[in-house]
């Protein structure tokens, strides 16, 4: 019988929201309870932890090996050689050097286990028994763990940048290929970046959540959307595949460069975030799709 309940899905929630006087389905799993149990999870604070060090290492790593050189004549070449010049840029090369891998992680943590996490403890099905619904359950974790993943694209560069300030002093953001930019333009500008990297890496988050309804294993909806997000890098390596690399992710996740030149060029990021947002709202579909109809029983 219970079984035949759960599969029941929606159904099974509003017949409990008529039984329940007082009951709102709008009530159940507040965001705050959500964001406070997220909050207090050791993955969460070992993720910040490690987002937060990477400035001091490259501060360290810098002053061991002494400032970047550039190119053979001394000129500056690309982001990286400018590292040094400012606060702001060296919160730009923070950004630069963590975009393609390292900010994959925590967006794939916070959305993949979510809720493998509660189905590997057993206590998805007793969550679903309070009632809460599952859209509602399903809600609730999604806009915490994107919350949480825009939050750890937050920190980087802003501890980058008051560790680049007292580490190299405040002024313009050097711009490689000439010129700079004064440094309440370069804070907007770096606002735009990590904007469009968020959006960007809607797709990892997708992948994640999607595989967090689908496996009661969260390190495997982690793994998972991880693995997938490398492959989709790899594919877009391959220039055999010409103008079909235009529709991978991959393709313009460095796109934000743009933003960080004299005259910014806004085409590629739109490009790009088009890509990120259509694969994103498909996958979440996918997700909220399968879990109303899965026979939960962890």
């Not at 149990?37 to 810098?62: H, N, S």
């Not at 060296?90 to 050097?97: E, G, P, R, T």
Request: glycine share 10%.
């Amino acid at each position: 019988m219970s079984t035949l309940t759960e599969r029941n899905g929606t159904a099974r929630d509003t017949a409990s929201a008529e039984v329940a006087a007082g009951y709102r389905a709008g009530r159940t799993l507040p965001l705050r309870v959500e964001l406070v149990r997220q909050l207090k999870r050791r993955r969460t604070l070992v993720m910040g932890a490690v987002l937060a060090a990477l400035p001091f290492v490259l501060v360290i790593a810098f002053a061991i090996g002494g400032t970047p050189d550039g190119g053979p004549d001394g000129d500056r070449v690309n982001l990286m050689d400018t590292a040094t010049s400012s606060g702001a840029n060296f919160a730009a090369v923070n950004l630069f050097v963590s975009a393609g891998f390292l900010l994959v992680i925590p967006v794939a943590l916070f959305c993949g286990d979510t809720v493998a996490s509660e189905a590997g403890w057993s206590s998805l099905r007793y969550l679903l028994a309070a009632p809460v619904p599952r859209m509602r359950l399903l809600w609730s974790k999604l806009v915490v763990g994107l919350g949480l993943s825009l939050a750890a694209m937050v920190l980087l560069p802003v501890v980058a940048l008051v560790v680049g300030t007292a580490a190299y002093g405040w002024g313009p953001l050097q711009i490689p290929t000439g010129g700079a930019l004064e440094p309440g333009t370069a804070a907007q500008r770096l606002v735009v970046v990590v904007a469009y990297i968020f959006v960007s890496q809607l797709v990892t988050a997708g992948l994640a959540f999607w595989l967090s309804t689908r496996t009661d294993a969260p390190l495997g909806a982690v793994g998972g959307a991880v693995g997938l997000t490398i492959v989709g890098n790899v594919l877009d390596a391959v220039t055999a595949l010409g103008d079909w690399r235009d529709f991978l992710p991959a393709h313009w996740q460095f796109a934000w460069a743009d933003a960080v030149q004299a005259t910014p060029e806004w085409s590629g990021m739109v490009q790009g975030a088009a890509v990120s947002v259509t694969y994103a709202l498909v996958l979440f579909a996918l997700a909220f799709r399968g879990f109303v109809r899965k026979d939960v029983v962890s």
